[in-house]
T-cell receptor
């Protein structure tokens, strides 16, 4: 079982650019969420996708958007990058019918904005 | 004030010690409580999950929840160097989907 896989693992962008991060959920999982983890901080919830729709959103601006495909994989897009967007971006998935909030996390994509 | 407070450490203990990690929270709506372990350059890994006050034990790990005091703890017995990691508490509400609120994490180092 490959678990939750994310790509790319590392990337460097400059201010104002756009970035797309990708996530494949664990086999059998259909709900995907994205979290942002700044250095020395806990993860912060960005949004959740289920059945290809955004179902819940945290306190993040519209520059952060996402998509979920029919195979349950997901993308996180961030436009007009700011220095403060530098962080580890984590994808998490949940099993169908699993108890609430029991998530499996990927290893993350580390974004550096210069 | 943050919804979840956690001492960031770092915490350094000798091998074999009992480790106590703690979080406090302010939101009474939290009903699910979790502890995650995060190794360097890795994603968080679920260690313990509980939704009621009291104790839950799994091997060397014991999770304790006191909803009346809004306080949760994780105890690690017979700590090993392989336990060296950052420990994150996380909490959720019923119907909250995948939204968890995390503490800042406590960095633990178990030394030989």
């Amino acid at each position: 079982d490959a678990g939750v896989t994310q790509s790319p693992t590392h990337l460097i962008k400059t201010r104002g650019q756009q970035v797309t991060l990708r996530c494949s959920p664990k086999s059998g999982h259909d709900t995907v969420s994205w979290y942002q983890q700044a250095l020395g901080q806990g993860p912060q919830f960005i949004f959740q996708y289920y059945e290809e729709e955004e179902r819940q959103r945290g306190n993040f601006p519209d520059r952060f958007s996402g998509h979920q495909y029919p195979n349950y994989s997901s993308e996180l897009n961030v436009n007009a990058l700011l220095l403060g967007d530098s962080a580890l971006y984590l994808c998490a998935s949940r099993a169908r019918g699993a108890g609430a909030n029991v998530l499996t996390f990927g290893a993350g994509s580390r974004l550096t904005v210069l | 004030q943050k919804e979840v407070e956690q001492d960031p450490g770092p915490l350094s203990v000798p091998e074999g010690a009992i480790v106590s990690l703690n979080c406090t929270y302010s939101n009474s709506a939290f009903q699910y409580f979790m502890w995650y372990r995060q190794y360097s350059r890795k994603g968080p890994e679920l260690l313990m999950y509980t939704y009621s006050s009291g104790n839950k034990e799994d091997g060397r790990f014991t999770a304790q929840v006191d909803k009346s005091s809004k306080y949760i703890s994780l105890f690690i017995r017979d700590s090993q160097p392989s336990d060296s990691a950052t420990y994150l508490c996380a909490m959720g509400v019923t119907g909250g989907g995948n939204k968890l609120t995390f503490g800042t994490g406590t960095q633990l180092k178990v030394e030989l």
